[in-house]
């Protein structure tokens, strides 16, 4: 039977299988697919990346080539000289486009994992596929994204802060008379499209942690003796890496403007380390939350499998003393003939297995995932004034 024209636009988005998406179907991908920036397969994150990069830098750049803005000598401080406005066209917006690759196969792969490691029991499929299309239909709902437009326009009708002030200084010499194009055009479309796509991304990470919090909500069939220590929801450990193009291109941006202040207003980098120090806190915790949601359930089947395991070894053991210590013949000697099971050492090591097991699915890996595309950028604006090497060595004592 032919699909309708919302169902194609969508991309089947709101299946409850593997194709379930945090990006295929919401209204901005329909909008794009209708005027063909998005193919009809694929997410097209590539030729969008270029295309609203050039949308927002490109008429800016132009401009102040044309009005002999662009480089020394007009103006005290040219646009080449503002990292922030190059950074925030050519990296951060490209960045958050491309995210939406990643974070369309993380979600595809947690359903298939659930369902591939047998977490999902038979009987609770179906509730997993309500799940995922009511969060689908969230995700492909109107207001969201008509909320993030009023916050947008409110944002840009609002007075620019002393930033975006101080970055029209390569386009005008009083920013208070009307504005040339190419401050115009910074203020009003570049900001508008980063804004827009910085919301979006806090929308879909509210999503994400909608998505993992009600699943673990579910009677999981967790492995407590799991070797990845994490009840078999090891996967969820890597999920970070999805959005780490995203968390490089906000760094990236904040670096930018800290590294112009740093080279031409003579601004000290231990100054920074408060302020860079409360964005990577507040960051990992938003990437984090979205994990913590099975932090209850995995406490309570930690604690419920230290006791089972423990009865496990106590009888085991119990046995082993009645057959070779005392002498007697059990009566119950099926555990101690069981060929899963083996000797003493391998039900220790059963429960070891268990009390050694996280009760979040979060790792060093996890943090360093999250932290290291954060980190970079802020290097690199400590490297202006820090040696490297002993920049580099503070680094690896914090993270390792």
Wanted: charged share 20%.
């Amino acid at each position: 039977m032919a699909r309708t024209r919302r169902e194609a636009d969508a991309g089947d988005g709101a299946a409850a299988g593997p194709d379930f998406s945090l990006v295929r179907g919401d209204l901005p991908f329909r909008l794009q697919r209708r005027i063909g920036l998005i193919p009809a397969e694929g997410l097209g994150v590539g030729r969008r990346a270029i295309f609203f990069a050039l949308l927002a830098w490109l008429p800016i750049a132009v401009w102040a080539l044309v009005e002999g803005r662009a480089l020394p000598g007009k103006t005290a401080e040219p646009l080449f000289e503002h990292f922030g406005i190059h950074v925030r066209c050519l990296i951060s917006i490209p960045l958050f486009i491309l995210t939406e690759a990643t974070a369309h196969a993380v979600g595809a792969g947690l359903v298939s994992n659930l369902v591939g490691y047998g977490l999902i029991r038979e009987a609770d499929r179906p509730r997993l596929r309500e799940i995922l299309e009511s969060v689908a239909r969230l995700r492909d709902g109107t207001l969201p994204w008509v909320l993030i437009g009023g916050v947008v326009i409110a944002w840009l009708v609002a007075a620019p802060g002393a930033q975006e002030m101080h970055a029209l200084v390569f386009a005008t010499d009083d920013p208070g008379r009307s504005l040339p194009f190419g401050a115009w055009w910074f203020l009003y479309v570049a900001r508008a499209i980063f804004l827009a796509l910085l919301l979006a991304w806090l929308w879909r990470l509210a999503l994400w942690t909608i998505v993992l919090v009600r699943i673990a909500r579910l009677d999981l069939q967790l492995v407590p003796t799991h070797p990845d220590g994490v009840f078999g929801l090891g996967f969820l450990k890597r999920s970070p890496k999805a959005f780490r193009p995203l968390l490089f291109g906000l760094s990236a941006l904040l670096a930018a403007a800290w590294g112009h202040d740093v080279l031409y207003h003579n601004v000290d980098v231990h100054t920074l380390t408060l302020p860079a120090g409360v964005f990577l806190a507040v960051v990992l915790v938003v990437m984090l939350a979205p994990l913590l949601a099975f932090a209850p359930v995995l406490g309570r089947a930690k604690r419920r499998a230290l006791a089972e395991y423990g009865a496990l070894v106590a009888r085991h053991g119990r046995l082993v003393r009645e057959r070779w210590i005392e002498g007697k013949d059990p009566k119950d000697a099926g555990l101690l003939e069981a060929p899963e099971i083996g000797p003493v050492a391998d039900t220790i090591a059963l429960y070891e297995a268990v009390e050694r097991a996280q009760t979040v699915p979060i790792g060093k890996k996890t943090l360093i995932a999250i932290l290291l595309p954060l980190v970079l950028p802020m290097l690199a604006v400590a490297a202006l004034q820090i040696p490297i090497g002993e920049l580099l060595l503070k680094v690896l004592k914090t993270i390792v």
